[in-house]
């Protein structure tokens, strides 16, 4: 485990040295801004949609009753919202979407030998590899986040606007009611770091991947699998920490 971390903390250093050629590194982000925000834009908004109706669904099956304000379902929405599903569910989604390609990418190069040819070349492979992925991921990740609790949000009105049980001006009520700026701080922090673990994380089993194409794969997956549990681990901390 000491081993694996070692070697996690250099390959970062590597990745953030001075580079070169600022020009090239400028092209790569752009290109992966592209391939990380743009590309995962459907999947993001499908299921955010989704994800907001069943959550104001649920919340006003449990908790309509005639000693609650029905504007209590918009409060409870926005908040869950905002702090978990929309940040949380979403990295996990796009661990999916986003690691998996990038350990497979740099897990190819690797098998292939093209991380040698650039290293032989005298260029910083780490550098040009890794590092516009996870600048892109702090990025692009947080603006799907942001998108993703606004669809959240407007899904929950189109529950309640095809639901009897709560009507559309209760739920823009509560969602106006009592909003603590605190939640959104707590989002932000949260897509800033699931973006860089997803990106770092499944960068660091590509660039370390050893054999032929099935190691591709299973690195690929150990990728996803390591990311996903740190996510839930830095889940559990930020919120310990700033709620």
Request: proline share 3%.
């Amino acid at each position: 485990m000491f081993t694996s971390l070692g070697r996690y903390i250099l390959l970062l250093r590597l990745s953030f040295r001075k580079p070169e050629k600022f020009s090239v590194y400028w092209k790569e982000i752009m290109r992966e801004m592209v391939s990380q925000g743009i590309g995962s834009l459907g999947i993001i908004a499908i299921i955010s949609v989704f994800i907001g109706a069943v959550a104001a669904i649920q919340v006003a099956f449990q908790l309509i009753s005639p000693y609650i304000t029905k504007t209590v379902v918009g409060s409870i929405s926005r908040d869950s919202t905002i702090l978990e599903f929309s940040p949380t569910i979403s990295s996990l989604v796009l661990t999916g979407r986003i690691g998996s390609s990038i350990a497979s990418q740099i897990g190819t190069m690797r098998v292939t030998e093209q991380i040698d040819a650039l290293e032989i070349m005298g260029v910083n492979a780490p550098g040009y590899l890794i590092s516009p992925k996870i600048i892109a991921g702090i990025t692009m990740i947080p603006l799907l986040v942001i998108i993703s609790v606004i669809l959240g949000l407007s899904g929950g009105y189109v529950a309640c606007m095809m639901s009897r049980d709560v009507s559309t001006t209760d739920y823009v009520l509560g969602l106006r009611d009592g909003f603590n700026p605190v939640t959104v701080t707590v989002c932000a922090v949260k897509a800033v770091t699931f973006g860089f673990i997803i990106t770092s994380v499944c960068a660091y089993f590509g660039f370390y991947t050893s054999g032929g194409s099935l190691e591709v794969g299973q690195s690929a997956t150990k990728g996803v699998v390591f990311s996903c549990i740190w996510i839930l681990f830095a889940d559990l901390v930020i919120s310990s920490l700033l709620l």
